[in-house]
Every structure is written in structure tokens, then in C-alpha cells.
């Protein structure tokens, strides 16, 4: 469906162009041997200033969710909801301090997901000590993201 929208509205656009009568000046010279450049998007991470929020994310674009964690009091963030339309791709521990990386300091807890498919998903992460079952939950953490065609 993306893929189609996108069809149609790019040859709307040079129908449109060309209906206009838009023209190049003579002195802008075409490149066809340049190599294909992708447009960049910019990061998107989410922390918990975002708590609750509604995010708006292209379809295909990687984003990361970044979490304040103490590993050594046993309390570690875990996403509490699987969905295949958002898969985990890496998860990463940042040491709060570069230059001294002792055990127990804090640091983020990174998570790394790619948006698949359009749609609403409630992304949903709990703190706890998973050995202690649901009754250790510390701290929950969730946003609202709105994945669409770009």
C-alpha cells in the first residue's frame, strides 16, 4: 500500500510539473553519473522524558529507547510485550562514566528496534529483578508509537 501511494503520487507530481510548464534553466547541467545518494534520517531516541507519549516514526527507520540502570542492584529494564512488527535488534549497556567503568556504577540501558510495518504499537519496558518474578517490578516505562509510510 506505501509502495503504491508513493507511485502515485510521484507521477502525479511530474504530470503536474509538466502541466505547469516547469523548466530547467540552461545553465543547470543534469549529473546521471552520480552515484545514488540516500537521504539520512535523523536518530530518534527515547528516554524517559518520553514516558507515556505518542511518537511519530517512518516506516523502516531504526530507533532507540535509552533507560537510566543500575545492573548491579539486580532491577534491569526488559521490554514486557514481543510484537513481530517491532523486532529488538540489539540492546546495549552505557557505563554513565567513560573513564571509570567499575562494576556497580549506573549507565543507559539502550534498546535498539526497527520500524517494520505501519500501524499503532504500545511499546511497553519494566524494571525488575526477573529472578523475583513480577512482584520485584521497580519502575515501568511505555510510549505510544504511530509507524507510517514514508
Known sequence: MCTYNKVICGVLGIALALGAGVSVPHSVKAETNLPYKKELKRPIIITQKNYGEH???????????????NPSTG????????????????????????????????????????????????????????????????????????IRCT
Open 75 to 146: 532491577y534491569r529494564w526488559t521490554t514486557t510485550n514481543v510484537n513481530p512488527l517491532l523486532p529488538l535488534v540489539g540492546e546495549h549497556f552505557y557505563s554513565s562514566e567513560v573513564e571509570d567503568v567499575a562494576v556497580g556504577k549506573p549507565g543507559i540501558h539502550t534498546f535498539q528496534f526497527k520500524a517494520t510495518e505501519p500501524g499503532v504499537i504500545k511499546l511497553q519496558l519494566k524494571q525488575w529483578r526477573s529472578w523475583e518474578g513480577d512482584s520485584s517490578i521497580r519502575d515501568t516505562f511505555y510510549v505510544w508509537l504511530h
Open 55 to 69: 511518537i511519530h516514526i517512518p516506516m523502516g527507520q531504526f530507533f532507540s529507547v535509552a533507560l537510566a540502570e
